[in-house]
């Protein structure tokens, strides 16, 4: 897996290598992202791992959707965001990819972040009056 990424590292797509242009050294936003990145059993174009963002770009190559849905639940079920964007877009539209991805991810917690509704089990919630719930 780590050789068949080092490999795309070495020889990206044209749509990959202008995405890049605009994600690498944290120039998006101030958030890192990684090339080609191993996660899971997959290996994914773009890692924001800040956000757990996966960007994928989708070429011609990408024309079985149902293939695309289960790669995308998979990654989900491994707890990563998926965001899918076209060569066509990334070559016609690199500022609106740009801004739909910083929308992405300034909507998105950071990693680790406390979830919104914790519910610690055996512990009731007490109120500043000191009543449980």
């Not at 990206?12 to 080609?36: D, M, N, T, V």
Request: glycine residues 8%.
């Amino acid at each position: 897996m780590a050789e068949h990424a080092r490999a795309n590292r070495r020889n990206p797509a044209e749509p990959e290598i202008r995405l890049w242009s605009i994600l690498s050294g944290s120039q998006l936003g101030g958030f890192k992202f990684r090339r080609q990145a191993a996660v899971g059993e997959a290996i994914a174009d773009f890692l924001c791992p800040q956000k757990r963002l996966i960007v994928e770009v989708d070429g011609d190559s990408h024309v079985d959707l149902s293939a695309d849905a289960r790669r995308t639940a998979k990654l989900e079920a491994l707890g990563y965001h998926v965001f899918r964007v076209t060569n066509a877009d990334v070559m016609q539209n690199l500022d609106g990819v740009a801004r739909a991805l910083l929308d992405r991810l300034e909507s998105l917690p950071d990693r680790g972040a406390p979830h919104p509704n914790p519910s610690p089990e055996g512990e009731a919630l007490i109120t500043p009056q000191g009543q449980e719930f």
